[in-house]
């Protein structure tokens, strides 16, 4: 499976947006972008995935660059509750069974007032 | 997560002791897939099963781990004679067809934090 590269750790200030960059430059043609979040003592949430086009859904936008080598989690408006450690997973689209999730160790979000 | 409940939430043992962790899914979810998250890590594969057939247990750390899914719903993680490297928060995750494909995804439990002392 593609490695995934993100920062350890940003800021963002309540209100405005969140960009949180992943770098996976080994990323095959057949392989998702998935991006999860974990808030404190809560396990992961799923955010949004995508494969080649940019996806938007009421959590999140995910911008994949035409060469997919690199992908941006866009919080539009951060609040506070969005305080959360955000992990990008490059994932195999079929497998001969499950797809498990590799994580790695993710960009922790601090949104600040 | 959406569905998914863990029990127990805190679990304290002593070294050398059994645990059993019990993941209960709403029903309908035929994936599932137990993870352990050491601190300051990202969640690490442990195993999974389709219903209740383990078809995938090459993340288990050692022998003394074992897991089991015998009516393809309700799955307990059992350790045997736990160690202090054993310490973690152990997560289920469940999807609700065959994950053969990525757009599958997958819903979290809140995780059963274990401390082995």
């Known amino acids: 499976d593609a490695k995934t590269t993100q920062p350890p750790s940003m800021d963002c200030a309540e209100g405005r947006a969140a960009n949180l960059p992943c770098n996976h430059s080994?990323?095959?043609?057949?392989?998702?972008v998935y991006w999860y979040r974990q808030i404190h003592s809560q396990g992961p949430q799923y955010i949004i995935h995508g494969l080649k086009n940019n996806e938007t859904n009421e959590m999140a936008s995910l911008i994949i660059t035409e060469d997919r080598k690199s992908s941006t989690l866009i919080l539009p408006h951060a609040t506070l509750r969005d305080t959360a450690v955000y992990y990008c997973i490059v994932r195999p689209r079929f497998t001969g069974t499950a797809s498990k999730l590799t994580f790695g160790t993710g960009t922790r979000l601090q949104v600040t007032l | 997560g959406a569905g998914v409940s863990q029990s127990p939430r805190y679990k304290v043992a002593k070294r050398g002791q059994d645990v059993a962790l019990r993941c209960d899914p709403i029903s309908g979810h035929v994936s599932l897939f137990w993870y352990q998250q050491a601190l300051g890590q990202g969640p690490e594969f442990l195993t999974y099963f389709q219903n209740e057939a383990q078809l995938d247990k090459s993340g288990l750390p050692s022998d003394r781990f074992f897991a089991e899914r015998p009516e393809g719903s309700v799955s307990t993680l059992k350790i045997q004679r736990t160690q202090q490297e054993d310490s973690a928060v152990y997560l289920c995750?469940?999807?609700?067809?065959?994950?053969?494909?990525?757009?599958?995804?997958?819903?979290f439990g809140p995780g059963t934090r274990l401390l082995v002392l």
């Open positions: 080994t990323i095959s043609g057949n392989e998702y």
């Open positions: 995750a469940i999807s609700k067809g065959v994950t053969s494909d990525a757009q599958e995804t997958q819903y």
